[in-house]
């Protein structure tokens, strides 16, 4: 298994940008792909971007394209998730995962996951 830990949430402005950055160790992180899932109060956990162990592939979720993008650098055994454009609605915790699969997009395709970093976005 690979343990994962996200980092880079906070408070922004609408309109504004963040960075959130999950640190893998264990196992060699460059074998699994990765994807970021959100959940705001009271809601599911959604579905924001995926990408492949080797960065070829990747996903988004419809409410996020052309705002959001997901990359990693598996030297640093670090992936990232750049979200620009943020709204409101971008309020929720933020979770890194990774999975065995070629790529995934639901949940409970994923093995492992971090415990989360917290994204508002103020109005």
């Known amino acids: 298994q690979v343990q994962l830990v996200e980092s880079g949430g906070g408070l922004v402005q609408a309109g504004g940008s963040l960075r959130l950055s999950c640190a893998a160790s264990?196992?060699?992180?460059?074998?699994?792909?990765m994807g970021w899932f959100r959940q705001a109060p009271g809601k599911e956990r959604e579905f924001v971007a995926g990408?492949?162990?080797?960065?070829?592939?990747?996903s988004y979720a419809d409410s996020v394209k052309g705002r959001f993008t997901i990359s990693r650098d598996n030297a640093k055994n670090t992936g990232y998730l750049q979200m620009n454009s943020l709204k409101p609605e971008d309020t929720a915790v933020y979770y890194c995962?990774?999975?065995?699969?070629?790529?995934?997009?639901?949940?409970?395709?994923?093995?492992?996951w971090g415990q989360g970093t917290q994204v508002t976005v103020s109005s």
């Open positions: 995962a990774a999975t065995n699969m070629p790529i995934a997009t639901k949940w409970s395709d994923f093995h492992s």
């Open positions: 264990g196992r060699s992180f460059s074998t699994y792909a």
């Open positions: 990408l492949s162990s080797n960065g070829a592939r990747t």
